[in-house]
Nanobody, 122 residues
Framework: EVQLVESGGGMVQPGGSLRLSCVGSGFTFDSNDITWVRQGPGKGPEWVSLITLGGSTYDADSVKARFTISRDNAKNTVYLQMNSLKPEDAAQYYC????????????????WGKGTLVTVSS
């Protein structure tokens, strides 16, 4: 059974940082891209970042230069380092396994975690 477990969310002030983690199991972790998607209160889902099995990374324009995605295949873990957080970054953050290589969309994702909540407020 594919499982993805996110952690690291919390409350932070604007300008602060958080690091999210996503631990995967039940599939060949190092043979898959992993992606982060978020959904803010009253908003639709938004694709955030993708890391390919080869380590290439892609970020949405809204988070570029502030968020960094990385992976540690030895730990079956993908990280999302979030810096310079803004109130509009507040959301439930989910990691997911995309259905195809390089999938930079929030839709069509077959496997999701339950998410971790990020709150950005002064």
């Amino acid at each position: 059974e594919v499982q993805l477990v996110e952690s690291g969310g919390g409350m932070v002030q604007p300008g602060g940082s958080l690091r999210l983690s996503c631990v995967g199991s039940g599939f060949t972790f190092d043979s898959n891209d992993i992606t982060w998607v978020r959904q803010g209160p009253g908003k639709g889902p938004e694709w955030v970042s993708l890391i390919t099995l080869g380590g290439s990374t892609y970020d949405a324009d809204s988070v570029k230069a502030r968020f960094t995605i990385s992976r540690d295949n030895a730990k079956n873990t993908v990280y999302l380092q979030m810096n310079s957080l803004k109130p509009e970054d507040a959301a439930q953050y989910y990691c997911a396994v995309p259905p195809a290589a390089g999938w930079r969309y929030y839709s069509g994702l077959p496997y999701w975690g339950k998410g971790t909540l990020v709150t950005v407020s002064s």
